[in-house]
C-alpha cells in the first residue's frame, strides 16, 4: 500500500479553490496570505496536533508546460496541495488536526470547493477522503519510529555525547553510579516540542564552524 | 513562501506525461516498490528524509460539484515532492551523479524530459517544472536525514546498556560502556543550524 511505509503514512490532498471573480482578494491568495503569517515552530498547527514528521501547503496554480512539442493545456481549478508524512493513518491523523487545531483548518480550507468545517469531524473526513490522491511510491528514510519517538532519540543523542565527554577516564564503580543518575534524569526529562529548534551547546571543534 | 525549514528543503515538481504512458511508469513503481534491493542508491544517498511520487491521471483531479469546473486533460501529470538536506544544487547534483538510471527511468515518461546526465540541460528542466512551497513544517528542523539515523542508533544502544547495568558490576559496567562507546561514537554529531553555504 505505497500511502504507508512502515508506520509512516504519505498523505496526499488536492483541494480545489474556490473560483470566485468577485472575490477581491482571490481565494487563492487569501489562502496564501494566511499561510505566509502561519508560524512554523513549536507554535505551528503541525506541532500543536500529534503526529506530523513534516508536512506542506503549497497553492498549486496551474500545470506547466514545458514546451513544443507537447499541447499547451491549463487547470480549469487552482489546487490547494496538502502533503504530510504522519504517524498511524489517515482517519487518526486528521482526527487528530480537526480536535487539536480547527480555527487553522478552517481559516485555510474554508476557501476551497465544498468544504465543510473541521466542527463537523465526519464530514471533514469524508470531504478530506474525497480529495485524497493515493501516492504511487512513498519513500521514508526512517519509517518505524514517531515523532515523539524520534524527538526523544535526538534529545538523547545530545544528552549521550555530552555524558561521555564528561565522564572519560572515571572509576568503574563511580561510573556506574552517575549512569544510573543520568538515566534516571534522562527518563525524566520532558519530551521536546515539535517543530523546536534544538538547544545550542558549546561546541569546540578546532574547524572553521567553531 | 518558503521551500527551506532549517535544515530541509521541500521540493515540489509537476511533469506531463501520455496517458498510455502512465501504466509503464506504474509497473516501474510496483517493481521499485517491491525489490527493495532496487531502493539501495536512494537509501544510500541518505539526505532525503521522505520523498514520494503520485501519478495523478487527467481524469481523477478532485471533483466536487458546487460550482467547480471539471478538468479536461489529455495528459496525466506526475507529481514528485521531496524533503531533503542540503541545497538546491547539491540535490540535483546527487541525483545526476548517483541515480542517474533510477530518474531516467521515471521521468523518461514526462514530455520532455533530457535525461540527468549532462546536469546542466536537467537543472532546466527541475527549474521549469518545479513550484514553490507556500508553507512548510517540520517536527524536527535542525536534524539531517542522518541525524535521525543516528539517534535512533543511540537511543537503541543506550537501552541496551542501561538493561544490563541493572544486573552488572562495576567491572562489568565498564567493559559494557566501553562498548557502548564504541558502537556510538560515529553517531554523536551536531545537530544544529545549517551550515551557509556560499
Known amino acids: ?210 | 513562501m518558503s521551500n527551506i525549514n532549517g535544515k530541509v528543503y521541500a521540493m515540489n515538481a509537476v511533469t506531463p506525461m501520455k496517458p498510455w504512458k502512465t501504466w509503464i511508469l506504474r509497473i516501474l513503481f510496483f517493481v521499485l516498490w517491491n525489490v527493495k534491493p532496487l531502493q539501495n542508491d536512494l537509501i544510500n544517498l541518505s539526505f532525503i528524509e521522505f520523498a514520494r511520487w503520485v501519478i495523478l491521471p487527467r481524469n481523477r483531479f478532485p471533483y466536487l460539484g458546487n460550482g467547480q469546473v471539471k478538468e479536461d486533460l489529455k495528459y496525466d501529470y506526475l507529481l514528485f515532492f521531496s524533503n531533503f538536506n542540503g541545497t538546491w544544487n547539491q540535490y540535483i547534483d546527487a541525483f545526476s551523479a548517483v541515480l542517474s538510471n533510477g530518474l531516467n527511468m521515471i521521468w523518461r515518461w514526462s514530455e520532455k524530459f533530457p535525461g540527468s546526465v549532462p546536469v546542466t540541460p536537467f537543472k532546466a528542466y527541475i527549474a521549469q517544472v518545479q513550484f514553490d512551497t507556500d508553507y512548510y513544517y517540520t517536527a524536527y528542523p535542525y536534524a539531517a536525514a542522518n541525524d535521525l539515523k543516528s539517534a535512533h542508533i543511540v537511543q537503541s544502544a543506550l537501552d541496551n546498556l542501561n538493561q544490563r547495568a541493572q544486573s552488572c558490576t562495576p567491572e562489568q559496567f565498564a567493559d559494557a560502556y566501553l562498548n557502548f562507546v564504541l558502537q556510538v561514537q560515529a553517531h554523536l554529531g551536531e545537530t544544529g543550524e545549517a551550515p551557509v553555504v556560499s
Not at chain 1, 97 to 104: E, I, K, N, T
Open chain 1, 1 to 210: 500500500m505505497p500511502n504507508q511505509n512502515g508506520t509512516v503514512y504519505g498523505l496526499t490532498i488536492l483541494s480545489p479553490i474556490i473560483d470566485d471573480e468577485r472575490a477581491t482578494p482571490s481565494h487563492d491568495l487569501k489562502i496564501r496570505e494566511y499561510l505566509a503569517t502561519l508560524p512554523t515552530g513549536e507554535e505551528s498547527p503541525f506541532a500543536i496536533a500529534p503526529g506530523t514528521h513534516l508536512a506542506r501547503l503549497v497553492v498549486m496554480d496551474d500545470v506547466i508546460y514545458v514546451g513544443a512539442p507537447s499541447c499547451e493545456e491549463h487547470l480549469r481549478s487552482k489546487y490547494l496541495v496538502f502533503e504530510s508524512n504522519c504517524d498511524s493513518d489517515m482517519e487518526s491523523y486528521l482526527r487528530g488536526l480537526a480536535a487539536s487545531v480547527p480555527q487553522h483548518l478552517d481559516a485555510i480550507w474554508s476557501h476551497c470547493v465544498g468544504y465543510p468545517g473541521a466542527a463537523n469531524v465526519q464530514a471533514f473526513l469524508d470531504y478530506m477522503t474525497s480529495c485524497q490522491i493515493e501516492t504511487t511510491f512513498f519513500f521514508a528514510a526512517v519509517n518505524n519510529k514517531s515523532v515523539t519517538e524520534t524527538l526523544t532519540a535526538l534529545q538523547t543523542q545530545r544528552a549521550v555525547a555530552d555524558f561521555i565527554a564528561c565522564h572519560q577516564g572515571m572509576k568503574s564503580e563511580q561510573l556506574q553510579k552517575e549512569f544510573a543518575e543520568f538515566m534516571r534524569m534522562l527518563k525524566a526529562a520532558p519530551v521536546p516540542r515539535p517543530g523546536g529548534q534544538a538547544p545550542r551547546r558549546d561546541i569546540k571543534t578546532g574547524g572553521r564552524n567553531e
